[in-house]
């Protein structure tokens, strides 16, 4: 089985203010000890630029981009925009977002495609309720979202990341069962290979739900995970650090480009 060199990305959400720009710093400094692993930050709009500046190098990104060039979307952001503040990279259909925001998935397709088009790389979120997984469906609610939420053509397998985040694990201590992880990494590779063909095999795979430096180890060590999406501990260097430690020492890192 090939194995992807692995992104570990942090989602800062709705945290960090100027007096959190030191913690950025010290984040991408520790990162750099561990060239094996790509390292992201996904910080809140209004602070890309300034941490963009304070880590040189290292990759900030946006936690949405809006589908429009430009016009009349009071509040939103671009994807130029973002690119222009120092981003390299933006997460699109977070289910904070596609809950709270309605995104549905010709939304987050669209947001998608925006993203790759000036350049930014994209995370592309998706994952299923409690409910869904409770009633057997949560393979078939992932591959739907695909469906409706992939990007058209793509340059390079690297520029495109899908993070399976169930509902039900993000912020609640809740993990899937490693099988339960495998059957859906799996089914989201097949998806992935029947849209891009050999590219397909070069997507990363993100794991996002209640990853900590403790379960880290045990989940970049099942198949066709290639990374974290990591909300809550990727605020602070002390509980993010260890998790891109977890992902170096996992073996067979291999370049996508
Ligand atoms: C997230 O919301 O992307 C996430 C994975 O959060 P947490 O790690 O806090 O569960």
């Known amino acids: 089985m090939m194995s992807l060199r692995k992104l570990v990305a942090g989602n800062w959400k709705m945290h960090g203010l100027s007096s959190d720009l030191a913690e950025v710093r010290t984040i991408a400094e520790q990162a750099g000890g561990y060239p094996q692993v790509d390292v992201a930050l996904c910080v809140p709009s209004i602070l890309?630029?300034?941490?963009?500046?304070?880590?040189?190098?290292?990759?900030i990104g946006g936690q949405d981009v809006h589908h429009a060039e430009k016009g009349a979307h009071t509040g939103c952001t671009s994807a130029l925009m973002l690119l222009d503040a120092g981003a390299v990279l933006t997460i699109v259909g977070h289910s904070e977002r596609?809950?709270?925001?309605?995104?549905?998935?010709?939304?987050?397709k669209a947001k998608a495609e925006s993203g790759l088009s000036v350049g930014l790389n994209v995370i592309l979120c998706v994952g299923e309720s409690l409910e869904l997984r409770e009633?057997?469906?949560?393979?078939?609610?992932?591959?739907?979202q695909l469906d409706g939420s992939l990007p058209g053509d793509l340059h390079s397998a690297a520029e495109l990341a899908i993070?399976?985040?169930?509902?039900?694990?993000?912020?609640t201590g809740k993990i899937p069962t490693t099988a339960e992880i495998a059957e859906m990494h799996a089914a989201i590779r097949a998806r992935l290979h029947?849209?891009?063909?050999?590219?397909g095999a070069?997507?990363?795979?993100?794991?996002?739900?209640?990853?900590?430096?403790m379960n880290a180890g045990e989940i970049f060590s099942i198949a066709n995970v290639d990374?974290?999406?990591?909300?809550?501990?990727?605020l602070?260097?002390?509980?993010?650090?260890?998790?891109?430690?977890?992902?170096?020492?996992?073996?067979?890192a291999a370049p996508i480009a």
């Open 48 to 59: 890309i630029e300034r941490a963009a500046r304070a880590v040189p190098g290292f990759a």
């Open 98 to 108: 596609r809950d709270a925001q309605r995104e549905s998935d010709a939304d987050v």
């Open 135 to 144: 009633g057997g469906k949560a393979v078939e609610t992932v591959t739907g």
């Open 163 to 171: 993070a399976y985040e169930p509902i039900w694990a993000i912020g």
């Open 194 to 199: 029947d849209r891009y063909g050999a590219d």
């Open 202 to 213: 070069r997507v990363r795979i993100l794991y996002g739900g209640s990853v900590k430096a």
């Open 227 to 234: 990374g974290a999406l990591v909300g809550g501990a990727s």
């Open 236 to 252: 602070k260097a002390g509980d993010f650090i260890p998790i891109v430690a977890a992902a170096a020492a996992v073996e067979g």
